[in-house]
């Protein structure tokens, strides 16, 4: 009987185990819910994001710090168009993956903790990368020198790292 017992507990435990989800699938989910430290704040327009970017403003321009802070939530497949900055800007991310690409260099995968400076007047785009949004805080410093300067969309071909 004892042994009986055993047999039909280690069946009925085995059989639970399976059930279980696997450990690839658990990453997954995790990795679609990003961490927000600050409000999603508004929508970025059409014309100079592709997909879902939202903007909340941390630090406003002023005479005193003459620098621009904020953070940026973009929805998964969601970058910037091209831009420059005059002054140049500092991204540091807070949460998801994404990607970071200069004008003629390969496209660069950004992620939870990375610190990436884009130097003044430097045509470069960023945004998250498709299955995974991205969390990323802006500084803009020098502001008196100007904040940004817009150009066009960045393509599907691009986004996806073919060019
Ligand atoms: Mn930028």
Redesign the pocket.
């Known amino acids: 009987m004892k042994f009986r017992l055993i047999v039909f507990l280690l069946v009925t435990l085995m059989v639970y185990s399976c059930r279980q989800p696997n450990s690839g699938q658990i990453e997954k989910e995790v990795a679609s819910e990003l961490e927000a430290i600050f409000p999603k704040g508004q929508q970025g327009p059409e014309e100079l994001f592709t997909g879902k970017a939202f903007n909340y403003g941390l630090v406003s321009n002023d005479s005193v710090y003459t620098t621009l802070v904020g953070n940026v939530y973009f929805e998964p497949g969601a970058r910037?168009n091209w831009?420059?900055?005059p002054a140049g800007?500092i991204?540091i991310i807070t949460d998801g993956i994404g990607y970071h690409q200069i004008e003629g260099q390969p496209r660069e995968v950004i992620k939870k903790g990375d610190v990436i400076k884009?130097p003044p007047n430097v045509k470069?785009?960023?945004g998250a990368s498709e299955d995974t949004g991205l969390q990323q805080l802006?500084i803009v410093p020098n502001t008196e020198k100007g904040i940004?300067e817009w150009m066009g969309p960045v393509t599907d071909e691009v986004f996806s790292g073919g060019v």
């Open positions: 910037s831009h420059t900055h800007q991204l884009c470069h785009w960023h802006y940004v």
